[in-house]
């Protein structure tokens, strides 16, 4: 096992994982901006070392500058989290030349799967069904008119290469596309450095689940029950549940089943997540995979008693993975709320600023919060705004919706203001108690309804 690692993230993911270094008596090592200086990761860290200007390109962002403070502070592998450099090919190559061992799958598994359209065509190749869609990159807006037509609107346009809701574009028909197709490009250029665009057909009213594996280089591989993030706003995850409430013993299954395949077929190594959509006839189709260890991750670790960070330590460290797939079981239901630092009064104004106290609400049977800050932090403006999730784990989803829903009362906060609010109203919404939500919910049914009670409190 490694005697030091570095982290190469930042916030909530970076203290998660470096709690997790401290249980396994492994030494840790903080990256940090001069913005994050005096942040609870690098306070947590048994080394802290800064690696440039506040913003992500000059730090966490820096190949150059993390690979040297890995090298100089003895570091024998390195964990990325999410996000930043967590899917960047470079990154992992420049690892592997230096010795350090990338916590995370390899280069070509990356490169493989971080570009939609190879994705596409190599889950296709091994029998797992896909969205219909365009069956290589497109490269300007006649050739997706051509693809658009063949596969019928209406059309979702995404970056190639791309993730966190960047470069998406939903279209209806020829006009639209014609008229959104160099924005969105533009954007995809400006966020992964590539151009390359995808077309996929759009399944009406959808859930998205999906299943999270772990692969050792022996080739055992398990996969985990399945994530319900179907409540989404601007293609982002606002709340994630394990298992689907809608979903049965037999497609649980399935979809493990499907995911396990799809690992050994690539030859994976550690952890990653398939993602499908699941139609209103349960039908299921492979949409994309993410090659890192997920934002939800914690409501896969209560409802199966496993912590994934340690598993992903393991194997990259080579030794063979101590679970099986029999020793994976659902135990109860479990709720993650991300809480962020914006205004859902505003717009979703982003907020910024010093947090004068924090509260979170722990301390009973089933209620966990990772964080990466705590009363004195400083939200800053160069980030993700998420501060904080929520989650809450019960033995079954009623017992977990009524934790969630104590917890929301509970967490206060003073200084900036954050979406908690939204979330109580949002999980009090007859479709999410029923477990009904679909893609669209949040911004086509629930959005007039918050807007609605935000006059109404405005009014008081």
Same mark, same amino acid.
């Given at each position: 096992?490694?005697?030091?690692? #570095? ?6 993911? %970076? ?65 990325? @989290? ?17 010795? #350090? ?5 390899? %280069? ?5 799967? @971080? ?35 063949? !596969? ?14 960047? @470069?998406?574009?939903?279209? %209806? ?6 008229? +959104?197709? /160099? ?5 995809? +250029? ?64 399935? #979809? ?7 690992? /050994?077929?690539? /030859? ?12 209103? /006839? ?28 340690? #598993? ?10 101590? $679970?099986?797939? +029999? ?7 479990? !709720?993650?709320?991300? $809480? ?12 910024? @600023? ?24 400083? $939200? ?6 998420? !501060? ?53 919910? !949040? ?16 009014? +008081?």
């Amino acid at each position: 096992m490694f005697k030091r690692v #570095l982290v190469a993230n930042r916030g909530e993911i %970076a203290v998660r994982i470096i709690r997790a270094l401290r249980e396994m008596k492994i030494e840790s090592v903080a990256v940090y901006s001069t913005a994050d200086r005096d942040s609870l990761h690098v306070k947590l860290a048994d080394i802290a070392v800064c690696i440039g200007g506040p913003q992500p390109t000059d730090s966490y962002l820096n190949i150059q500058n993390i690979v040297s403070a890995a090298v100089l502070s003895g570091a024998e592998a390195v964990h990325p @989290g999410f996000g930043f450099l967590s899917e960047n090919t470079d990154f992992a190559r420049v690892c592997a030349e230096c010795g #350090l061992v990338l916590i995370g799958p390899k %280069a070509e598994n990356v490169e493989l799967m @971080g570009n939609k359209s190879n994705a596409r065509k190599a889950m296709q190749d091994h029998g797992i069904p896909v969205v219909p869609g365009s069956q290589q990159a497109i490269e300007d807006s006649h050739e997706a008119l051509q693809v658009a037509k063949q !596969i019928g609107y209406p059309v979702m346009l995404k970056a190639a290469a791309g993730g966190g809701g960047k @470069g998406i574009r939903e279209i %209806a028909n020829e006009k639209q596309l014609l008229e +959104k197709f /160099d924005q969105a490009q533009q954007e995809t +250029k400006l966020s992964f450095d590539d151009q390359d665009m995808y077309l996929e057909k759009i399944i009406t009213d959808p859930k998205h689940v999906e299943v999270q594996v772990i692969r050792d280089k022996f080739g055992n591989v398990v996969a985990f029950p399945e994530r319900d993030c179907s409540l989404q706003r601007n293609h982002q995850k606002m709340v994630e549940e394990s298992p689907c409430p809608v979903i049965d013993e037999s497609e649980r299954h399935y #979809l493990m089943s499907l995911a396990a395949k799809a690992a /050994d077929a690539i /030859d994976y190594l550690n952890t990653g997540t398939f993602e499908f959509l699941m139609d209103k /006839d349960h039908n299921f189709y492979f949409m994309e995979m993410n090659t890192r260890l997920q934002v939800e991750h914690p409501i896969t670790e209560m409802v199966t008693g496993f912590d994934i960070v340690k #598993l992903q330590l393991i194997v990259a460290a080579g030794e063979k993975l101590p $679970i099986s797939q +029999k020793d994976v079981k659902v135990n109860g239901t479990s !709720i993650e709320c991300r $809480i962020n630092a914006e205004d859902p009064t505003m717009n979703f104004m982003p907020q910024a @600023g010093l947090i004068k106290s924090i509260h979170f609400p722990v301390g009973c049977l089933g209620a966990r919060v990772d964080s990466g800050v705590d009363s004195g932090s400083v $939200i800053s403006p160069f980030y993700d705004s998420m !501060i904080a999730k929520l989650i809450a784990h019960g033995k079954n989803r009623h017992e977990a919706l009524s934790i969630m829903d104590r917890m929301l009362d509970e967490f206060t906060i003073d200084g900036i203001k954050t979406n908690a609010q939204y979330h109580k109203a949002l999980l009090h919404t007859p479709t999410v108690l029923q477990g009904m939500a679909n893609t669209e919910f !949040i911004e086509k049914k629930f959005a007039p309804v918050w807007q609605q009670l935000v006059k109404e409190e405005e009014t +008081k």
